[in-house]
Structures are given as C-alpha cells and as structure tokens.
Nanobody, 117 residues
Framework: QVQLVESGGGLVQPGGSLRLSCAAS????????MRWYRQAPGKERELVAA????????NYADSMKGRFTISRDNTKNTVYLQMNSLKPDDTAVYYC??????????WGLGTQVTVSS
C-alpha cells in the first residue's frame, strides 16, 4: 500500500522557518523523483520544488529560490522541504508527490502551513 505522509506544518510568523517531512512507504522510494506542491485557498496547485531520485539535482519555482531547500534521504525513505524567510503568501497546504511515470504518480494528503503574525 503506497503511503506518503507529510508532517511539520503549522503556524509560523513572517520571517520564520519550518521544515516539512514526507515519509514514504509501499514503493521503491529511491526510484522516484520527489516533488513538493502547494495550494492556497482559491488558487491552483503549484510546484514548489523537485528533486531527482538520486538527489543529485533540484529545481525550484522562482518565488522559492534562495528561501526553500528540498532534500531527501533514501535510507529513510523521506523527503524534506526546509522553508526559510516565510511570507504570508506562502500560506497553503503543502503536498508531497512521488513521480516516476504517469501511472506511478502518488500524492500525500498534505500539511497546512500558515504564515501569520
């Protein structure tokens, strides 16, 4: 049974930091690229960051570059998203995604991040 379980979300003040984790099980984690997406109320889901299966390459949305860092530990089947200098516009539900092919594309249930004073 495939599972992606996000954790680490919460309420943080502007300028603060959070570290999201996504624990994977039920598939060969090290064979999948991993991505973080987010969806704010009334907006479409957008890609935040991506990392290759081996972790040797990462990619970020322009608005996250320099503030967010994606990483993974294939020995722990976990992907992380370190978020610094958070802004109110970063408020959203953050989703973990595992992708290998169109038919091997899995999603977690999401974790809420709220940036507010």
């Amino acid at each position: 049974q495939v599972q992606l379980v996000e954790s680490g979300g919460g309420l943080v003040q502007p300028g603060g930091s959070l570290r999201l984790s996504c624990a994977a099980s039920g598939f060969t984690f090290s064979s999948y690229a991993m991505r973080w997406y987010r969806q704010a109320p009334g907006k479409e889901r957008e890609l935040v960051a991506a990392i290759t299966s081996t972790g040797d390459s990462t990619n970020y949305a322009d608005s996250m570059k320099g503030r967010f860092t994606i990483s993974r530990d294939n020995t722990k089947n976990t992907v992380y998203l370190q978020m610094n200098s958070l802004k109110p516009d970063d408020t959203a539900v953050y989703y973990c995604n595992a992708y290998r092919t169109t038919y091997h594309n899995f999603w977690g249930l999401g974790t809420q991040v709220t940036v507010s004073s």
